[in-house]
């Protein structure tokens, strides 16, 4: 079986989120979607989620895609979510570099053989988090 790890916050799940969870899921038999707890997003965005926690897991398990759905670590950097889960291939979106860049560090020191790929965006002009979100703030 392989088992397919995502990170994401999913603050307002939009239909960019929806289209990297669908071509996650495509790439191995079990999709496991990683949400961080809301002070270790406000630690990470210096500020905090329009949703909280309890929020975005319920839009996430009504989209109904992810076999799991677990809470991340309360440190940002520390993965020890990662030995818990074991996957084989953990996919980022087109702007998770940071993401990314950290990831395949840990995995390079910690001699994890663990795959690390990024997916390209969906309409990224039309379906990111910012710019869902600027465009929320405006309209009030």
């Given at each position: 079986?392989?088992?397919?790890?995502?990170?994401?916050?999913?603050?307002?799940?939009?239909?960019?989120?929806?289209?990297?969870?669908?071509?996650?899921?495509?790439?191995?038999?079990?999709?496991?979607?990683?949400?961080?707890?809301?002070?270790?997003?406000?630690?990470?965005?210096?500020?905090?989620?329009?949703?909280?926690?309890?929020?975005?897991?319920?839009?996430?398990?009504?989209?109904?895609?992810?076999?799991?759905?677990?809470?991340?670590?309360?440190?940002?950097?520390?993965?020890?979510?990662?030995?818990?889960?074991?996957?084989?291939?953990?996919?980022?979106?087109?702007?998770?570099?940071?993401?990314?860049k950290a990831l395949v560090k840990y995995l390079k020191t910690k001699k994890l053989p663990i795959k690390v790929l990024s997916l390209s965006a969906f309409k990224k002009y039309q379906y990111k988090s910012s710019l869902?979100?600027?465009?929320?703030?405006?309209?009030?």
């Amino acid at each position: 079986m392989t088992k397919v790890l995502v990170f994401g916050v999913f603050d307002g799940l939009h239909e960019g989120h929806k289209f990297f969870l669908r071509e996650a899921k495509k790439l191995g038999d079990h999709l496991i979607v990683v949400t961080p707890p809301d002070d270790v997003i406000f630690k990470l965005k210096s500020k905090k989620p329009h949703l909280n926690l309890e929020e975005r897991t319920r839009d996430l398990k009504n989209f109904d895609i992810a076999d799991e759905i677990l809470i991340g670590d309360s440190q940002l950097n520390d993965w020890k979510i990662l030995s818990k889960i074991n996957p084989n291939l953990i996919v980022t979106g087109y702007d998770q570099k940071n993401l990314k860049k950290a990831l395949v560090k840990y995995l390079k020191t910690k001699k994890l053989p663990i795959k690390v790929l990024s997916l390209s965006a969906f309409k990224k002009y039309q379906y990111k988090s910012s710019l869902i979100s600027r465009n929320r703030s405006l309209r009030k």
